[in-house]
């Protein structure tokens, strides 16, 4: 089994930073790709950052050239740099790992942009 925990998220004025990290524990191996995702109550569960298991990194086109994500193998974390926040960034972010054909999640990390 893999558990992911999240950490970071928290309430930030627009224009301000936050930094997520996501550790993986459990049966991970080297041959992953780590992520994050957010959503929205009601709303569908968004991509927002991928890094690979060979460090290509991906962004939604809403979080480009704001957000960075990062990896530290040794630690099996994953972190998501956030600047220029926005209101509209506020939601819940999740971990996201992708293993051996499956997918894991943390439980989740809100992050608010007061206006």
């Known amino acids: 089994q893999v558990q992911l925990a999240e950490s970071g998220g928290g309430l930030v004025q627009a224009g301000g930073s936050l930094r997520l990290s996501c550790v993986a524990s459990g049966s991970i191996n080297s041959i992953n790709d780590m992520g994050w995702f957010r959503q929205a109550p009601g709303g569908e569960r968004e991509f927002v950052a991928r890094v690979s298991r060979d460090g290509v990194t991906n962004y939604a086109d809403s979080v480009k050239g704001r957000f960075s994500i990062s990896k530290d193998k040794a630690k099996n974390t994953v972190y998501l740099q956030m600047n220029s926040l926005k209101p509209e960034d506020t939601t819940v972010y999740y971990c996201?790992?992708?293993?051996?054909?499956?997918?894991?999640w943390g439980r989740g990390t809100q992050v608010t942009v007061s206006s």
């Open positions: 996201n790992l992708y293993q051996n054909w499956r997918n894991y």
